[in-house]
């Protein structure tokens, strides 16, 4: 069974803070992909990364940046938080194929409060 | 643009009632189609998916979906909804494309009525 782990379930920060998301999967997976969920406004992407040092802006990429060493684990970095970075952060995974026919495996999610 | 549409935000149904969960997606061609559930205080689970063939599909948890191509619509269906279903459900679309982009609704979360 996959299994994608998420370093920290809740963060507390402060304005300005650089903050570091960790995410490791398990299963081989070539894509990761990190999104930000908001009440009301359901999963937006921020950034995906196919390979090894490799990465796509998302939706909403302004803000973040990610990291991608290693194929298992995916970095999400806040340069500066700011309190409009409060959310629920959920990595996935997902192996390669025709197009997006693979679904996508999630972690448990990281509830970053920024204050 | 592509987008996927969940018209209810909330819905509340007894338990052991039937249950349906809409979604309508825009897309210029047959997208792949996907339900994922999220429990509270956890990631998304899939429930099932849709890529071509038979427009009914079944997944986990007695969770089926039909995709009806005429009205862009590949909504959810229950016969006997339980109370550990109650949940938020998003209804994705993946494109044949490439890009591993795939859109999510807003979601629909469920309340079960004992």
């Known amino acids: 069974d996959v299994k994608v782990t998420q370093s920290s379930r809740y963060l507390v920060k402060r304005t300005g803070e650089k903050v570091f998301l960790e995410c490791v999967q398990d299963m081989d997976h070539e894509n990761m992909f990190w999104y930000r969920q908001d009440p009301g406004l359901g999963l937006r992407l921020i950034y995906f990364?196919?390979?090894?040092?490799?990465?796509e802006k998302g939706d909403i990429p302004e803000g973040y940046s990610v990291s991608r060493e290693k194929k298992e684990r995916f970095s999400l970095i806040l340069e500066s938080a700011s309190t409009n970075q409060t959310s629920m952060y959920l990595c996935?995974?997902?192996?390669?194929?025709?197009?997006?026919?693979?679904?996508?495996?999630f972690g448990n999610g990281t509830r970053l409060t920024v204050t | 643009a592509q987008s996927v549409t969940q018209p209810d935000i909330h819905i509340t149904v007894s338990e052991g009632a039937s249950l349906e969960l809409r979604c309508n997606y825009s897309y210029g061609a047959t997208p792949y189609l996907f339900w994922y559930v999220q429990s509270p205080g956890q990631g998304l689970q899939l429930l099932l998916k849709?890529?071509?063939?038979?427009?009914l599909v079944q997944g986990i948890k007695g969770f089926e979906a039909e995709f009806k191509r005429s009205q862009s619509s590949f909504n959810l269906r229950k016969p006997s909804v339980h109370w550990s279903d109650a949940a938020e459900y998003f209804c994705a679309v993946g494109t044949p494309s490439g890009t591993y982009k795939y859109i999510f609704g807003t979601g629909t979360r469920l309340k079960v009525l004992a």
């Open positions: 849709y890529f071509s063939g038979d427009t």
């Open positions: 996935a995974s997902s192996s390669s194929g025709a197009g997006d026919n693979s679904p996508l495996h």
């Open positions: 990364s196919y390979d090894v040092k490799m990465k």
